[in-house]
């Protein structure tokens, strides 16, 4: 299982252009067969960053959703509103690596 944290900046006066954007990639997104969670929230304190909470079956279901025709479509449309990078952090349970380090011993 991979879970990934993908931050968005948007510009505080474009929101209003991405919000319909953010909906249909939520959307079509679940619908995907290696999408386990794909959850969007907005930072309460910091107007514009939008944050994904994604987690995926494996790696490859991630790969298959980055190639997917929605996602190549809607992100390029998003990106061009930002004010800053996005940010992603790509992360794996602790368990799995206090596995792989007892593994090594």
């Known amino acids: ?24 990639l939520i959307e079509k997104t679940r619908q995907e067969s290696g999408c386990i969670a794909y959850d969007l929230y907005h930072d309460l304190r910091n107007t514009g960053h939008f944050v994904f909470i994604e987690e995926w079956q494996d790696r490859a279901a991630l790969d298959l959703h980055i190639q997917s025709e ?22 794996q349970h602790f368990q799995d690596i206090v596995t792989q380090y007892q593994n090594k011993k």
């Not at 299982?1 to 993908?6: E, F, P, S, V, W």
Request: glycine share 0%; hydrophobic share 40%; charged share 25%.
């Open 70 to 91: 929605h996602f190549q479509r809607l992100v390029p449309l998003i990106e061009q509103y930002q004010r800053e990078d996005n940010i992603f952090t790509h992360m």
């Open 1 to 24: 299982m991979l879970k990934l944290i993908a931050e968005d900046f948007i510009k505080n006066d474009q929101i209003d252009q991405v919000l319909p954007l953010y909906q249909e």
